[in-house]
């Protein structure tokens, strides 16, 4: 079966300024991603601030274009897609629903907006198209001549959500959905996706930096670090079982309400390493409990492990001993 998305060694580089009097460096935002979706699952992308996840959305999107490797939806590669037909089945629900609608616009002029600029329909089928959509999710009709100044920040994100949805598309990627609201209103609108993607068989790509909200809502899972997947599995596998040392940091962050505990420690140290100066071999083993000497020069690849369970996992815990020493010889 034709995976809906498919990315193949995807790369995204940024030339940054490094300093007064230094040359310009190179950022590798996004390094070689390998990854795929079948219609209908949720791809959860976790990993620390700056490793890439919000720059992997904008290029599923089409909104920032790959260096290099390429993107297919349902086996079309998106830079060969008409703009328009990418954005009728690709669409964006932002972190910051404050700054993602326009203030100047009523919240029907805002969800109606996608159908105006694809020609569908006259003004009064519009507007009326609008209004369902926002009834839909949880808005009613006597907000819709409103301005988003006057809505609440879950209001505002239930509008961006009817805007996305307005057009039937097949695929959403959601960036950071929830971690501008209130704990109470986070609940509200994860369910509220959890409700659409079921009505709408829908897929999402959901980008968060809360692992209770991608255990909750993924049915798979994509660890970053530094530009790269370091590893995927299926929701439950990567919870119960995680392999790879960062997820397993990862994963003993979370908070727990238990007293006497105090705040957990990862184990990671208190600095973030530079990725304009990325460490050889594999990029985490300055962090890494597990560091060996094959990790200091040869990168271990994104692969199935002998472990039997689902899912791939870039590390050298997981590759045979004879493949160690044919790397070091």
Sequence with gaps: MTPLIQAHDLNRSFTVNAGMMKPRQTLHAVNGVTLQLQRGEVLGIVGESGCGKSTLA??????????????EIDGQDIARLDRRELTRRVQPVFQDPY???????????????PLEVHGIGTATERRAKAIEMLERVGLP????????GQLSGGQRQRVAIA?????????????????????????????????????FDLTYV?????????????????????????????????FEHPRHPYTQALLASVLTPETGLGIPDMGLGL????????????????????????????????EDDSSGLPG????????PATQHENALS
Excluded: W
């Design 58 to 71: 904008r290029m599923l999107l089409g909104l920032t274009p790959a260096s290099s490797g390429t993107i």
């Design 206 to 238: 959901f980008i968060s930096h809360n692992l209770a909200v991608v255990q909750h809502i993924a049915t798979h899972v994509a660890v970053m670090y530094l530009g790269r997947i370091v590893e995927t599995a299926p929701t439950a596998t990567l």
């Design 141 to 148: 009709a006597r907000y819709a001549d409103s301005s988003p």
């Design 312 to 319: 791939e996992v870039a590390c050298h815990l997981y590759v």
């Design 163 to 199: 805007r996305a949805l307005v057009m039937n598309p097949e695929i959403v990627i959601c960036d950071e959905p929830t971690s501008a609201l209130d704990v109470s209103v986070q609940a509200q609108i994860l369910n509220l996706l959890m409700e659409l993607r079921q009505e």
């Design 271 to 302: 600095s973030f390493p530079d990725p304009l100066h990325p460490p050889s071999g594999c990029p985490f083993h300055p962090r890494c409990k597990h560091r060996m000497e094959v990790c200091d020069s040869q990168r271990p690849l994104l």
């Design 99 to 113: 700054s993602s609608l326009n203030p100047r616009k009523s919240i029907t002029s805002i969800v109606s907006f």
